[in-house]
């Protein structure tokens, strides 16, 4: 009977601690939210007291069994399947990815909640303290951190030196780095194509480059991407 109210107890910690994570995650908009990570985290915690108990049921086998008991597969099983789960909460678009902190919530509450089951309550708690304090207030000091803004500008042009000249020209009167660039010549096309990297800690606002680029004349072909990492 002590041994199921420790159950009760550990399933409505779990409860607890996975719904103050998963409240900040559905304040903030996120899909997997109050709901889910409740869910993550009893699920987990009952995973890991199913493990511990599996000793016990299975205690009357003796050595010569085929069975044999291993408590910790379970826990170990719990956190590679959360990988899948965590991998849906994850969007990747065209330049950008979204829910890399959602999928590692995730994570994280499966493992407070095998913590739960398993008895260790202090690190739990402590876990779930540190995470909302991560999740709520160094949200406000990370928008206080210069953030690195990238950018890739292509350029196609008639092949003449001095365009290539008056594009640098251009360039240096912005205050952004540019990393490197790459260039490559089609000779039966007597046209030139640069990949032109450019990185600054200052929002990057293309329209006045672009403009100007384009006053050049033997400029054909120019474009814009934001956030493209530099290789």
Known sequence: MLNTYNWVIELLLSFIYGG???????????????????????????LMNLSLELPTIFSHLNVNSVIRMDPGRIAS???????????GAIIKGKNIIKGLTTAAGLWLVTAIGLSIGAGFYLPATITTLLSLFVLYFLRQIRKTIPKRYSALLKIQCNCRYESFELIKEILENYPFEVEFINYSYLKEKNIMNYKIFISSHKKIKPKNLIDELLSIPSLTYISWTEGVTVR
């Open 20 to 46: 103050l994570i998963g409240f900040e995650r559905e304040y903030r908009g996120e899909q997997a939210g109050f709901r889910t990570n409740i869910l993550v985290c009893i699920g987990s915690c009952l």
């Open 77 to 87: 099983y719990t956190i590679a399947s959360m990988g899948f789960l965590g991998g």
